[in-house]
């Protein structure tokens, strides 16, 4: 027992006199030298300081060296070094510095700065042409190119190489791109990266700050030098912030560039703030609102394409195959074919009305149509605006150069065809928009019912529809204002409910004077029933709108107040065969569209009738 207890106080006297020599082991200026050559053999890239390393032993024993500079590819006098940073941190191994070798396991960057640039002629200025690290990536890519198609890489005879753990404390990273402009700034970035050797996977993960938007990432790869030399390895991702959320697992590889191969989920709040985060400027809280996207992934930093997707749009659930990309003119891109049980359209004509009724000065979302290009194919088995509900639904949107086209190639309404097509287009003056709509077979009484349900006249007959309208302005408010066109209506045999056409003109013939009001009540039949209606700039003018039967013919002409819903409309009725033989009775109809004031008009006979 005593000679154990002898030995004991022999190796804590050791252990204590070699960790007081420490201090005099690691801080000569051997450590300087072995310093910048590990960096130098692991990189190709020369590091510099200026003060001499400090040793320090809490809370582990470390080395701080002040003012690095981390040497980058200086293609002119005024590029920046490829980082720059205020102190290096590093943990020493502590036997190997007992016997005066400094071994470092771990490096803390401290306020880094990382100066990244893609050159005009499509060099990196991250890559390291010369180092250890270069060396393996150069022998995995000729194992890789050596090893047959779809055949395992096999790397396990490349000599390993130690790299270490490295953490990122509170840096910055600049990145520009001289091909097409592109520069970005990343702050706050708190990161670890941990890469024990060669062979082994790598883990990353952090925290960073990108155009004021808070982000958490991990990324981890299980044999990162094989991907890197352009082979696959498998991947997993996860980025976390308040505008969006991603996640992958699967398949990553480094042939060309960045390829990835698996299963993958992106959601978004508020599609707005995602899209004021990518570079675009939408009003948060409008709509299109929340998004989100699961499936298949297939994707290069150029081009990401998610198949057999389960896709949600405020609520609309859908599936089908969703693209994202850049164009030859390094446009962003979007395109989508997505199929759908329901759609609801309802949100977005209600932004428009809240639009015109606060008066924006600028329909916000609109001014985004010439920063990127489009192609959205979408069908549903009903598409619901307000209350107007299309079955067997099939549109496709497309946005090119600046702008936006929506064709509807098939839909079904109040049982008849419906096809038409709108267009949107940026101007130096705002915008111009114009639509076109044909209804074909359509049940009047079904059509009116949604779009009217508390009109007192109703039309009970299978009618064709035509209608076309233009407009232009900044606002939603100029853009109803300014709204201009025409309506045609056609249809065949059928009932008008609410107005007795026949006694109209009775009562109207007994009356002395045109100071009663006539009663509007049962209904008339007719042969035919039709007329165009031109609408603009808040008003509806008709033109000439007939209803013949087998016993008198009306003609409506007017005016009507889209807003107000004021009627000043003049009714011209005669008995069949009979306009040329006897004279005809005019009524006027005023009050408003709910509620109709009905009285017999003298003043109009003759020519006054407008016709």
Partial sequence: MKRLIALALVLAAIIAGAAALLPFLVSSESVRERIIEQAETLTGRRMSFRAAPKIFFNPYLGIAIDSVIFEGQKRRPEDPPLVEMEELRGRVAILPALFGRVVVTQYQFVRPRFNLKVFADGHLSWQFPDGKVWQLLEQARARRQATETNAKVDLSDITRVKIGQFEIVDGTINYEDEQNGAKETVTNVNATLNWPDSASAWTVAGSAIWRDEALEFSVRTTQPLLMMAGGTSAASAAIKSGAFQFSFDGDANMLASLHLSGTATLSAPSIPRLVNLLGGKMEVGST???????????????????????????????????????????????????????????????????????????????????????????????????????????????????????????????????????????????????????????????????????????????????????????????????????????????????????????AADKQEDDSGVLELSGATSFDTLGGDVIFNRGAVWIKSFDLVNKKLHAKLTGRADLVSGGLALRVRLAKAGTETASPETYLFVGGVASSPLVTRDQRAAGPADGQ
């Fill in 288 to 506: 299109p609102g929340q998004f989100s996207a699961s499936g298949t992934i297939n994707g290069t930093p150029r081009q990401v394409e998610l198949t057999e997707a389960d896709v949600t749009i405020d609520g609309n659930k859908g599936r089908g195959v969703v693209q994202f990309a850049r164009g030859e003119r390094n446009q962003p891109q979007f395109n989508a074919t997505l199929a759908f049980k329901s759609f609801d359209f309802t949100p977005y004509l209600a932004t428009l009305r809240q639009e015109a009724e606060i008066n924006r000065p600028e329909l916000a979302g609109l001014n985004l149509i010439d920063r990127f290009d489009s192609d959205i194919r979408l069908s549903a088995g009903q598409a619901n605006l307000g209350a107007l509900a299309l079955t067997e639904f099939a549109g496709a949107l497309s946005l090119r150069n600046g702008e936006l086209v929506f064709d509807l190639g098939n839909g079904t309404v109040a049982g008849g065809t419906a096809t038409g097509s709108f267009s949107a287009k940026k101007t130096e003056s705002g915008f111009d928009f114009g639509g076109e709509a044909n209804l074909s077979g359509v049940k009047l009484s079904g059509l009116l019912d949604s779009l009217y349900p508390d009109g007192i006249v109703r039309v009970n007959a299978n009618g064709d529809i035509k209608l076309s309208a233009r407009s232009t302005g900044k606002s939603a408010r100029e853009v109803i204002e300014a709204l201009r066109g025409w309506v045609s209506l056609k249809a065949g045999e059928g009932t008008l409910t609410g107005v007795d056409a026949g006694a109209l003109l009775t």
